[in-house]
Nanobody, 119 residues
Framework: QVQLVESGGGLVQPGESLRLSCATS????????MNWYRQAPGKERELVAR???????TYADPVKGRFTITSDNAAVTVNLQMNSLKPDDTAVYYC?????????????WGQGTQVTVSS
């Protein structure tokens, strides 16, 4: 199992920025994608941003142009830069990775970090 540790959440005002980070540890044969999800109260968990092993990125429509997902060259850390934050961005944000170990596809989740956007 791979361990994921998130950091960077907090309380900000509308229009401000936050940067989330997720550090991975453990043995991974091949990392195929790293994702950020979020879950707001009373809503289902949704994919916010994704970066593949080839560096291709995709974003949910509500965050396009405001959020940027990056990872380091070793794919040890995945970050989410969030700009122009809105109250609708308030949620618990979860780091997720998809990987292959011993030929088996697996996925692991972080514990989540709270992001609150409020004036």
């Amino acid at each position: 199992q791979v361990q994921l540790v998130e950091s960077g959440g907090g309380l900000v005002q509308p229009g401000e920025s936050l940067r989330l980070s997720c550090a991975t540890s453990g043995s991974i044969s091949r990392l195929t994608a790293m994702n950020w999800y979020r879950q707001a109260p009373g809503k289902e968990r949704e994919l916010v941003a994704r970066i593949t092993e080839g560096g291709m990125t995709t974003y949910a429509d509500p965050v396009k142009g405001r959020f940027t997902i990056t990872s380091d060259n070793a794919a040890v850390t995945v970050n989410l830069q969030m700009n122009s934050l809105k109250p609708d961005d308030t949620a618990v944000y979860y780091c997720n990775i998809e990987y292959i170990i011993l030929g088996v596809s697996r996925t692991d989740w972080g514990q989540g970090t709270q992001v609150t956007v409020s004036s």
